[in-house]
């Protein structure tokens, strides 16, 4: 099987722009996690979407958002970006059961400017 | 309030000896815990999971220990690699929550000299 993917892998914005990352999880998973990693924060989970229904939320502003698709497939967007979003944002499958192992992508490296 | 903690920033060992890292956890909810190794650039790989109604998972070089009472575990590596030199993280998910949610410890440098 495939692993998960991301695209794009590296992007550069400026302040106050918005993006959108997207994520296919592996053949058959219907769970898809994102996380953000930061040098001072370490490896933060942001939320989760199963079914096309959040499932899970960490402590993130609103600013932060995603969806998830029929296929499974899923985005994030990060409207107003600052500087301290500057981050890897990887994303995670399993099949959606709780106690599963998540598998990772190979993440985007993000850097606002 | 960092919930899995990894006291060491690094470990350096020499090849073909035993690498062990350790963790902590203060969630009292936490009931499935992995380790993950990540190398720069990249997605973390999946390395070896354990329920806590185990103390003990074993995967080829790799063995997984839990001490639930201490609230710590521990991967042992044996024999040790370079090629296992990267960044490990523990994990951990709880039974408060639905679905998938890991909380991640700050990882530790491990560097396995020939």
């Known amino acids: 099987k495939a692993g998960v993917t991301q695209t794009p892998r590296y992007l550069i914005k400026t302040r106050g722009q918005q993006v959108t990352l997207s994520c296919s999880p592996i053949s058959g998973h219907r769970s898809v996690s994102w996380y953000q990693q930061t040098p001072g924060q370490g490896l933060q989970f942001l939320f989760e979407?199963?079914?096309?229904?959040?499932?899970n939320k960490g402590n993130f502003p609103g600013r932060f958002s995603g969806r998830q698709f029929s296929n499974s497939r899923s985005e994030m967007n990060v409207s107003t970006l600052e500087l301290g979003d500057s981050a890897l944002y990887l994303c995670a499958s399993t099949d959606g059961g709780s106690r599963e192992t998540q598998y990772f992508g190979p993440g985007t490296r993000l850097l606002v400017l | 309030d960092q919930q899995v903690k990894q006291n060491s920033p690094s470990l350096s060992v020499q090849e073909g000896r035993i690498s062990i890292l350790n963790c902590d956890y203060t969630n009292s909810m936490f009931d499935y815990f992995l380790w993950y190794k990540k190398y720069p650039a990249e997605g973390p790989t999946f390395l070896i999971s354990i329920s806590s109604i185990k103390d003990k998972n074993e995967d080829g070089r790799f063995t997984v220990f839990l001490n639930k009472s201490a609230k710590h575990l521990s991967l042992h590596i044996v024999p040790s690699q370079p090629g296992d030199s990267a960044v490990y993280f523990c994990?951990?998910?709880?039974?408060?929550?639905?679905?998938?949610?890991?909380?991640f410890g700050e990882g530790t440098q491990l560097t396995v000299n020939p």
């Open positions: 979407y199963f079914s096309e229904t959040q499932r």
């Open positions: 994990a951990a998910s709880g039974r408060e929550t639905s679905g998938s949610r890991l909380t």
